[in-house]
């Protein structure tokens, strides 16, 4: 039995004409007979949101440029990082330090100077989300926490607006479409998906657990890919689908998502929230004082107090830098309560990670294993290097 189902009308009506250089540009676009002339016209008169010019928003705000989507908007207030570069390829070495949005301007005029580049440097925050949403046809979700993705989905939801949403790391990577007013009874919004966030500090961010840069390309261009089918009316869109990559294996597999079929557990979402709030705070350890400074730590070590410094972190990033005298025992032998028999009774416990999202969550399973006194490093190694020792190599 067929699983496939009828196509979703165009979600943007065609512009009037295309000019002598947009035929040339477009020519091997206009020439599918499913996209056409008519498929490029509501391309230019679309009008696209990206969220994020990171990770997964460089590549699609790339190709929907140079595919001729007429109008972009990039929501972006960080500015270019060093670390960025192995996967936000639309920002260059010389970009480093800039705003990541400005970069990402110039680098769509110089793709396609056609394009009207609209660019919004500040927090999507609740406050401001729907109306920014009701500005645009669609939305492309590249963002990277929890918080601002289901900020995204509500704000989406109320806007009426349909979002294409994307997540990766590591090897692996997934993509969907969320519409809560498709046609046909088809909608489906984020909270269908996953009704509840993770507990906080259980997915480890890309900063702290790492991404192949190359995935970010993979997921992307599906993110472009369904931008487009959802614009110009082609193909069967991802609503009502998740995508799974994985990388390592090379395979993409796709499960259906559907509603709840209980009308009364299905989220009803009827206004913005606090969304950091609704994630989660880290854990504290569930005790005070349970994060040291830097400083405190410096201090603790020079006193000869009986210490068990303890990095959370894996062992590539052990090989990368470390604290001196620290012993690696992963966040994860921690939490399985493998590692607890590694930690000494007779000195008090500090945990560190990066940043220090990893071992608040060790913390609160070596509090919990009776290691009352344990403590973690607020901050983590990054922290630690800004103000103790500058000239250790970070990443």
Same mark, same amino acid.
């Given at each position: 039995?067929?699983?496939?189902?009828?196509?979703?009308?165009?979600?943007?009506?065609?512009?009037?004409?295309?000019?002598?250089?947009?035929?040339?540009?477009?020519?091997?676009?206009?020439?599918?007979?499913?996209?056409?002339?008519?498929?490029?016209?509501?391309?230019?008169?679309?009008?696209?949101?990206?969220?994020?010019?990171?990770?997964?928003?460089?590549?699609?705000?790339?190709?929907?440029?140079?595919?001729?989507?007429?109008?972009?908007?990039?929501?972006?207030?960080?500015?270019?990082?060093?670390?960025?570069?192995?996967?936000?390829?639309?920002?260059?070495?010389?970009?480093?330090?800039?705003?990541?949005?400005?970069?990402?301007?110039?680098?769509?005029?110089?793709?396609?100077?056609?394009?009207?580049?609209?660019?919004?440097?500040?927090?999507?925050?609740?406050?401001?989300?729907?109306?920014?949403?009701? #500005?645009?046809?669609?939305?492309?979700?590249?963002?990277?926490?929890?918080?601002?993705?289901?900020?995204?989905?509500?704000?989406?939801?109320?806007?009426?607006? =349909?979002?294409?949403?994307?997540?990766?790391?590591?090897?692996?990577?997934?993509?969907?479409?969320?519409?809560?007013?498709?046609?046909?009874?088809?909608?489906?919004?984020?909270?269908?998906?996953?009704?509840?966030?993770? =507990?906080?500090?259980?997915?480890?961010? !890309?900063?702290?657990?790492?991404?192949?840069?190359?995935? !970010?390309?993979?997921?992307?261009?599906?993110?472009?890919?369904?931008?487009?089918?959802?614009?110009?009316?082609?193909?069967?869109?991802?609503?009502?689908?998740?995508?799974?990559?994985?990388?390592?294996?090379?395979?993409?597999?796709?499960?259906?998502?559907?509603?709840?079929?209980?009308?009364?557990?299905?989220?009803?979402?009827?206004?913005?929230?606090?969304?950091?709030?609704? !994630?989660?705070?880290?854990?504290?350890?569930?005790?005070?004082?349970?994060?040291?400074?830097?400083?405190?730590?410096?201090?603790?070590?020079?006193?000869?107090?009986?210490?068990?410094?303890?990095?959370?972190?894996?062992?590539?990033?052990?090989?990368?830098?470390?604290?001196?005298?620290?012993?690696?025992?992963?966040?994860?032998?921690?939490?399985?309560?493998?590692?607890?028999? #590694?930690?000494?009774?007779?000195?008090?416990?500090?945990?560190? !990670?990066?940043?220090?999202?990893?071992?608040?969550?060790?913390?609160?399973?070596?509090?919990?294993?009776?290691?009352?006194?344990?403590?973690?490093?607020?901050?983590?190694?990054?922290?630690?290097?800004?103000?103790? #020792? =500058?000239?250790?190599?970070?990443?």
């Amino acid at each position: 039995m067929s699983t496939s189902q009828t196509p979703l009308p165009p979600l943007v009506e065609p512009a009037a004409e295309l000019s002598r250089d947009e035929v040339a540009r477009y020519s091997r676009h206009l020439i599918i007979p499913d996209l056409g002339v008519d498929g490029q016209k509501r391309l230019k008169n679309a009008r696209v949101l990206v969220i994020g010019a990171g990770g997964l928003g460089a590549p699609a705000l790339l190709y929907l440029a140079a595919a001729g989507v007429g109008t972009l908007g990039i929501v972006d207030f960080d500015v270019v990082d060093e670390s960025n570069l192995h996967r936000q390829i639309i920002h260059g070495t010389a970009d480093v330090g800039r705003p990541k949005a400005q970069s990402a301007r110039d680098s769509i005029a110089a793709i396609n100077p056609l394009v009207d580049v609209r660019l919004h440097e500040f927090r999507l925050e609740a406050a401001n989300a729907v109306e920014l949403f009701s #500005q645009y046809d669609l939305i492309v979700d590249g963002a990277d926490n929890f918080a601002t993705r289901y900020l995204v989905n509500d704000a989406a939801v109320l806007a009426k607006k =349909p979002y294409v949403w994307g997540s990766i790391y590591r090897f692996e990577g997934q993509a969907s479409v969320f519409w809560e007013d498709a046609p046909g009874g088809r909608g489906l919004n984020y909270r269908d998906l996953y009704p509840e966030p993770p =507990p906080p500090g259980t997915v480890p961010s !890309c900063a702290e657990g790492g991404v192949l840069g190359i995935v !970010c390309a993979s997921i992307a261009s599906v993110m472009g890919t369904e931008a487009i089918k959802l614009i110009t009316g082609i193909g069967e869109s991802l609503l009502g689908r998740l995508m799974i990559y994985d990388a390592l294996q090379m395979s993409y597999r796709t499960i259906r998502v559907r509603k709840d079929p209980s009308d009364a557990s299905r989220p009803r979402i009827t206004e913005l929230i606090d969304y950091e709030d609704f !994630c989660g705070a880290l854990p504290d350890g569930g005790a005070e004082g349970s994060a040291i400074t830097p400083r405190e730590l410096r201090e603790l070590l020079d006193s000869g107090k009986k210490l068990a410094l303890i990095d959370v972190r894996e062992q590539a990033e052990w090989d990368i830098n470390h604290i001196e005298g620290a012993r690696l025992i992963p966040q994860s032998l921690l939490s399985s309560g493998e590692g607890l028999a #590694q930690l000494p009774h007779d000195r008090t416990a500090v945990l560190y !990670c990066k940043t220090g999202v990893r071992s608040a969550e060790a913390l609160a399973a070596v509090k919990k294993a009776g290691f009352s006194d344990a403590v973690h490093l607020q901050g983590g190694i990054v922290a630690w290097a800004e103000q103790m #020792q =500058p000239d250790m190599v970070m990443y």
